[in-house]
């Protein structure tokens, strides 16, 4: 079992995430609580037993972030994650600065915390058994020299999404798969990746028309439908822009 700090203000909202929730069947256990962060902090340096504290990004006398940043600046191992009704991204970005491994919005769903926790168990795993079975494949965490990088996890499942719902796609329904508000989903991409969110749709779609153009069996019409453009007008001239011809020159050369 992975022993975890709750950290909030509201009693209510810290027994309720306490004791509601099933965290030994995900592999944790509650091994404290704390009102703040000063004294979440305390706890943390005083005990050295943690494995994860969840808390509140919102507090009075030390804030979730700046409990963060303060474990961040110590280089303590605990794992973060931020728990808050507030859904700006000026937050969250400062979070992923101190090394937070993801941010839940309020009400925390039982969906989310369980997808997130069995991933951060995941993590857990593989650090404590070593890193002969470390997944090599992704890059470590940014800045922080060691571990298992989520955000890169977030952003390849973002992008298998949108491959996969070219003819029907949302922002809104991206972020909801990575379970981010898409306001902020839409800067972490960015962020994360050099691209804008739009600039990805496009090159994900005229790659995958590109592809379809290949095969006889479809009209432009239809591939542009299939990548999802109701205008096939609309479609010719992204793809004009984006391969310097149309579809039809594309196709015939």
């Given at each position: ?120 168990r995941e993590e857990l795993d593989r650090e ?49 798969v990575v379970h981010m508000n898409p306001n ?55 793809f004009r822009e984006y391969y310097g011809m ?8």
């Amino acid at each position: 079992m992975y022993r975890l700090l709750v950290v909030d203000d509201e009693v209510e909202t810290r027994n309720a995430l306490c004791h509601y929730f099933p965290w030994e069947e995900i592999g944790f256990e509650i091994a404290g609580q704390a009102g703040n962060g000063k004294e979440a902090l305390d706890l943390v340096i005083r005990n050295a037993c943690y494995d994860v504290v969840l808390a509140d990004i919102r507090m009075p006398v030390m804030s979730g972030l700046d409990l963060a940043k303060e474990l961040h600046s110590l280089r303590h191992p605990v794992k973060v994650i931020l728990l808050s009704g507030y859904r700006e991204f000026e937050y969250a970005q400062s979070a992923m600065a101190y090394g937070v491994r993801n941010y839940i919005v309020k009400p925390a769903k039982y969906k989310n915390l369980t997808e997130i926790f069995n991933l951060l168990r995941e993590e857990l795993d593989r650090e404590r058994a070593g890193p002969s079975v470390r997944d090599s494949s992704l890059s470590l965490e940014e800045g922080s020299g060691q571990g298992y990088n989520y955000n890169a996890k977030i952003v390849e499942t973002a992008k298998t999404y949108i491959r996969n719902q070219l003819k029907e796609l949302s922002l809104e329904a991206v972020a909801e798969v990575v379970h981010m508000n898409p306001n902020y989903f839409s800067q972490f991409f960015k962020q994360k990746t050099g691209q804008t969110f739009t600039e990805y749709v496009v090159q994900a779609k005229m790659e995958k028309a590109a592809e379809l153009l290949q095969d006889i069996r479809y009209r432009t019409y239809e591939v542009s439908e299939m990548v999802g453009y109701s205008n096939p007008k609309n479609f010719t001239r992204t793809f004009r822009e984006y391969y310097g011809m149309t579809p039809s020159q594309f196709r015939n050369r």
